[in-house]
């Protein structure tokens, strides 16, 4: 009778067999948990007391980059911030079936997010000026999320999760920090409560939302087709029973988010075309009367044009009736004329 070496043992003078470049092994399953269960180990301490000294400094930095109009200082904010570790945390605890690092890692997420909502919050009492996206590149950026923004997070925490279970590509994670905003809406979020614009703060909120939904559900799919929670199982970590409905409840929470988003972009999608049927006719209307257009928007679904030179007053007449004739019969706009030129005024010596 004969016998037969299992696939997981080498033979007597033979190395052992590789899982293969995709499949993971038991110890890059061992190295996902320690590196993601931030509330595990005999090293947690020092891992949480990590994680909330970066997650303050984070908020700090991405707070003073969004009020000052920042893009470096942002991305420096992105780099900083360790939110991506318990929401990948989140998506392993689900592929192990572990409930209590599912609910320890949602914790984290929401605390860590109210941590820098509020450090937000309190950084707007610091400043003089309403911070809106009509005057910040910065927040006009992230209150208004679309369909293409739940695309790129999709394939960011994609990244990510491979990332994470290929130790030979880890160093691509500063680049998945940049790339996935995390931190910044949730500075948006505060700076806007904090100036009056709740309807500002929940769309930031709602892209970070997209991200993180998007993060956990691709990081779950990318750990579930590497084999994690085989080379878990196969290295003595604790499983548990994996159940459908825990998957389907991920699907489900990407497909809700993808309801507004879908809204937003048809938003944008009306604003783009008024936006190319009104420019060559307020273009066209200002320059007739020796003036120039400097701008023009839509904003809460009116057109607003604003156009300078010098006096005599412009006249806004025929400006309605052109824009009719572009078919924009049912947009309101509001015209802001900007009179005089320069003035040189010289210091008093």
Request: hydrophobic share 55%.
């Amino acid at each position: 009778m004969t016998s037969t070496t299992p696939a997981s043992e080498a033979a007597p003078g033979q190395a052992a067999p590789s899982p293969g470049w995709w499949r993971a092994a038991p110890a890059d399953a061992d190295r996902l948990v320690r590196r993601l269960f931030l509330t595990e180990g005999s090293d947690r301490h020092i891992g949480l007391s990590a994680f909330w000294v970066l997650i303050i400094l984070a908020a700090v930095i991405a707070g003073a980059g969004i009020v000052a109009d920042s893009t470096a200082t942002v991305i420096g904010a992105m780099i900083v911030a360790p939110l991506m570790t318990p929401i990948l945390g989140m998506a392993l605890a689900i592929v192990l079936s572990r409930r209590q690092l599912i609910l320890a890692n949602i914790a984290m997420v929401v605390t860590g997010a109210l941590s820098v909502v509020a450090v937000s919050f309190l950084l707007g009492l610091t400043t003089h000026t309403q911070l809106l996206a009509e005057t910040n590149t910065q927040i006009a950026a992230r209150v208004s999320p679309r369909l293409i923004d739940l695309v790129a997070a999709l394939a960011t925490g994609a990244v990510g999760a491979f990332a994470m279970v290929r130790a030979d590509v880890s160093d691509t994670l500063p680049g998945v920090a940049i790339a996935i905003s995390l931190v910044p809406p949730l500075a948006v979020v505060g700076l806007s409560l904090e100036s009056g614009a709740p309807e500002q703060a929940l769309g930031a909120l709602l892209l970070f939302g997209t991200n993180v939904g998007a993060i956990i559900a691709t990081g779950t799919v990318v750990f579930l087709l590497h084999g994690v929670r085989e080379a878990a199982t196969a290295g003595g970590t604790p499983v548990g029973e994996l159940r459908l409905s825990a998957l389907v409840s991920v699907g489900a929470a990407v497909v809700v988010v993808a309801v507004p988003l879908g809204w937003g972009s048809s938003l944008v999608v009306q604003q783009e075309v008024i936006l190319s049927r009104a420019t060559p006719v307020a273009t066209a209307w200002a320059e007739s009367q020796g003036w120039q257009l400097s701008d023009i928007t839509v904003r809460h679904g009116v057109l607003r044009i604003t156009a300078l030179g010098p006096p005599p007053t412009i006249q806004e007449a025929g400006l309605r009736d052109r824009l009719d004739a572009a078919g924009l019969a049912d947009v309101d706009a509001r015209v802001t004329l900007v009179l005089g030129g320069s003035r040189d005024l010289p210091a008093r010596r």
